[in-house]
């Protein structure tokens, strides 16, 4: 008899949700800090948000390990980029070099989803979002990972982003205030801690405080 051998893989989910949301002047966004693998708990209190630049965070689920590596190198190109231009990266710079990042990788992928928010050069709100292999779309909100099947379908209902395909192009920030979007963020990730098992969030934080314009930060469930 043939000896059977456990399939093995590469890649690994170690699940986590991340969410967020774009206002007239403002970003937020957040994910929790649960890292599992199938039913373990690694950690409770891992970060999955990184900063990129003064104003422009990405945060990501899937695989932690491609992810790190994929934080080291766009770190990298972008103290290269601030070398070269004496400047940070602007965030929808910032979208595009990630964009070819995962699409350069596109053969072997970082087994990643991201969601990247911060200011745009008119100092208004933008949320990128990205499938594993470098697809990318700027939208008003967006949600990764675990669970963003039951997030997505609330943030629609709630803010009734304006379709891409209209025609004159509608801004897609929503109206919220910054306050209201906080609250909102909460309440996703209060229904979607009930219904998946690896999203966790804790609401035992202080105010959120800023970080820079119109980006904030807070604890556990990580607010940007």
Known sequence: MTKQHPAWSPYDNNGGTCVAIAGADYCVTAADTRMSTGYS??????????????????????????????????????LIYQHQHNKQMSCPAMGQLLSNTLYYKRFFPYYSFNVLGGLDNEGKGCVYTYDAV??????????QGSGSTLIMPFLDNQLKSPSPLLLPAQDAVTPLSEAEAVDLVKTCFASATERDI?????????PSLPLCDGIFVGVRLQLW
């Open 41 to 78: 708990i690694l950690s409770r209190d891992y970060s999955k948000i990184i900063k990129l630049a003064d104003k422009c965070v990405m945060a990501s689920s899937g695989f932690q390990a491609d992810v790190k590596a994929l934080q080291k190198l766009l770190a990298a190109r972008h």
């Open 134 to 143: 470098g697809s990318y779309e700027r939208v008003g909100y967006s949600s």
């Open 198 to 206: 690896y999203t966790a969030s804790f609401f035992l934080f202080p």
